[in-house]
């Protein structure tokens, strides 16, 4: 089975302060998703990114996949408190129509004010 | 670590009928479930938040007439699909969580409606 790997694990950093999150595959990767997680809730989809080199961002997170890498970055710009929460990676057995999704096993991201 | 398990991973079925699926906790007590649905090409998006005991709170534009939640035991939540049409056709996937931050995912159904 596929196996997603991120790190950090954790993190915590000053308000302001720019940040990486890593996800890397074991396998061939088809697209890769990045979801947020709020303590006490449900996934919230960030972005989607099918092509290698593929780079989308959305107000202060920026994400990258290198399908030859086989692994994707998040960035994010002049971190708030807002940000915190646990950030996964995602992705399917195909790359579209998929029958199995795997999920890193998260990095949880604390923004000290 | 915890397991969710899901039932059926894959399902067929004739347009009109519903169908039900299956998210159990193998190994912990989920106090909330949550329910996932993958969109054509686009990513999974949040169906619902369940909590054991008490009704399923929906996303926006989730038709809770249409997708059933029961969450009747701290190990179980069921997703009714009923009155499957084939724009209902998608990939379904739950997740659990047991008053702590993490979240434990199931394997995914794929739902195919004739």
């Known amino acids: 089975s596929q196996e997603l790997e991120q790190s950090p694990q954790s993190l915590i950093v000053q308000e302001g302060k720019n940040l990486t999150i890593n996800c890397t595959s074991s396998?061939?990767?088809?697209?890769l998703y990045w979801y947020k997680q709020k303590y006490g809730e449900g996934l919230i989809f960030l972005m989607m990114?099918?092509?290698?080199?593929e780079e989308k961002s959305h107000e202060k997170i920026t994400a990258k996949l290198d399908e030859k890498k086989q692994q994707s970055s998040l960035h994010i710009t002049a971190s708030q408190p807002s940000h915190a929460g646990i950030y996964l990676c995602?992705?399917?057995?195909?790359?579209?129509?998929?029958?199995?999704?795997?999920f890193g096993s998260g990095t949880k991201l604390n923004v000290k004010p | 670590g915890a397991v969710v398990s899901q039932h059926p991973s894959r399902v067929i079925c004739k347009s009109g009928t519903s169908v039900k699926i299956e998210c159990r906790s193998l190994?912990?007590?989920?106090?909330?479930m949550f329910w996932y649905r993958q969109f054509p090409k686009q990513s999974l998006m949040l169906m619902a938040t369940?909590?054991?005991?008490?009704?399923?709170?929906?996303e926006q534009g989730v038709e809770k007439d249409k997708f059933l939640i029961n969450h009747a035991s701290l190990t179980l939540s069921t997703l009714t699909v009923t009155s499957a049409h084939p724009e209902d056709s998608s990939f379904y996937i739950c997740?659990?969580?047991?008053?702590?931050?993490?979240?434990?995912f199931g394997p995914g159904t794929r739902l195919t409606v004739l």
């Open positions: 995602g992705a399917g057995n195909q790359r579209y129509n998929f029958n199995k999704f795997y």
């Open positions: 990114l099918q092509k290698g080199g």
């Open positions: 190994d912990f007590q989920a106090t909330t």
């Open positions: 997740s659990a969580s047991a008053r702590t931050d993490t979240q434990y």
């Open positions: 396998k061939t990767l088809y697209g």
């Open positions: 369940s909590n054991e005991g008490s009704k399923a709170t929906y």
